[in-house]
């Protein structure tokens, strides 16, 4: 469903269907591939862009994880149009429980669990970069893990 690195290259995009778990959402996006070495993705108004991070360090499962978690940014990005610090952490909490409940619960904890190894292999200058503009990853795996809890004793 999602190409590898070698075909992306070739036209540098590639369309995905997103189809929720509630039959909600039926809908393809074309996604944008940037060739910066240290980028996984991006969403927001203009669209997804996805880097070569996130051919090389994730399994499909884990890739359309990270698709949804930026569809969200794509789609509700009006909603924080000149947001302060915290209003965007909590942006990026939501993004994640949006790839969880629409998605996959597992494939989202998966995926973030990836994100913190490449966060713990970043140097102190790009982790700090990244804390700007996200909350700790260790506590976006707590949330996710709180929610699938929480999901699980509903059952
Ligand atoms: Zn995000």
Same mark, same amino acid.
């Given at each position: 469903?999602? @190409?590898?690195?070698?075909?992306?290259?070739?036209? =540098?995009?590639?369309?995905?269907?997103?189809?929720?778990? /509630?039959? =909600?959402?039926?809908? &393809?996006?074309?996604? !944008?591939?940037?060739?910066? @070495?240290?980028?996984?993705? /991006?969403?927001? *108004?203009?669209? *997804?862009?996805?880097?070569?991070?996130?051919?090389?360090?994730?399994?499909?499962?884990?890739?359309?994880?990270?698709?949804?978690?930026?569809?969200?940014?794509?789609?509700?990005?009006?909603?924080?149009?000149?947001?302060?610090?915290?209003?965007?952490?909590? &942006?990026? &909490?939501?993004? /994640? !429980? &949006?790839?969880?409940?629409?998605?996959?619960?597992?494939?989202?904890?998966?995926?973030?669990?990836?994100?913190?190894?490449?966060?713990?292999?970043?140097?102190?200058?790009?982790?700090? !970069?990244?804390? =700007?503009?996200? @909350?700790?990853?260790?506590?976006?795996? =707590?949330?996710?893990?709180?929610?699938?809890? !929480?999901?699980?004793?509903?059952?």
């Amino acid at each position: 469903m999602i @190409p590898d690195l070698e075909q992306v290259r070739i036209d =540098k995009a590639f369309d995905f269907h997103f189809i929720s778990k /509630d039959g =909600k959402i039926n809908k &393809y996006v074309r996604i !944008k591939f940037t060739e910066e @070495p240290k980028f996984i993705s /991006d969403g927001g *108004i203009k669209g *997804i862009n996805v880097g070569k991070l996130f051919f090389e360090k994730f399994q499909e499962k884990e890739q359309i994880a990270i698709l949804w978690h930026e569809y969200y940014h794509k789609e509700f990005s009006w909603i924080f149009p000149n947001c302060n610090f915290l209003s965007k952490l909590f &942006y990026e &909490y939501w993004a /994640d !429980k &949006y790839s969880a409940i629409k998605n996959n619960i597992n494939d989202c904890l998966n995926m973030l669990n990836i994100v913190k190894e490449i966060y713990n292999s970043l140097d102190n200058k790009e982790k700090r !970069k990244y804390l =700007k503009k996200h @909350p700790p990853i260790s506590c976006r795996i =707590k949330r996710i893990q709180e929610l699938k809890e !929480k999901m699980e004793n509903r059952k």
